[in-house]
């Protein structure tokens, strides 16, 4: 189940612009395929995932949530459908 917003390029500028916020992130290739959907801190999330590298994760995007336990509850739904 993907987040259903437009991709964006997973880069410094894009994880600088990301939210300091609780959330839910998707994480996508090239061919705009989910790699991989977690929740966590959006920019502290998307830092790791840039410096370290996420398999072939290219592209990024996300929902903020309201709290970590509001994030932990979306990624739930998408697990779900």
């Known amino acids: 189940m993907s987040l ?3 991709w964006r390029d997973l880069d410094r500028s894009t994880v600088a612009a990301a ?4 959330g839910v992130y998707e ?7 989910s ?3 977690d929740a966590g801190i959006v920019r ?5 995932a ?5 398999g072939e994760a290219t592209q990024v995007r996300w929902r903020v ?4 336990e509001h994030a ?5 739904e998408h697990a779900e459908t």
């Open 4 to 6: 259903r917003k437009p």
């Open 19 to 22: 939210p300091d916020a609780p």
């Open 27 to 33: 994480l996508g290739d090239a061919d705009g395929e």
């Open 35 to 37: 790699l991989r959907i």
């Open 44 to 48: 502290d999330d998307l830092k790791e």
């Open 50 to 54: 840039l410096a370290y590298g996420d």
């Open 65 to 68: 949530a309201q709290s970590r």
């Open 72 to 76: 932990d509850r979306l990624l739930a």
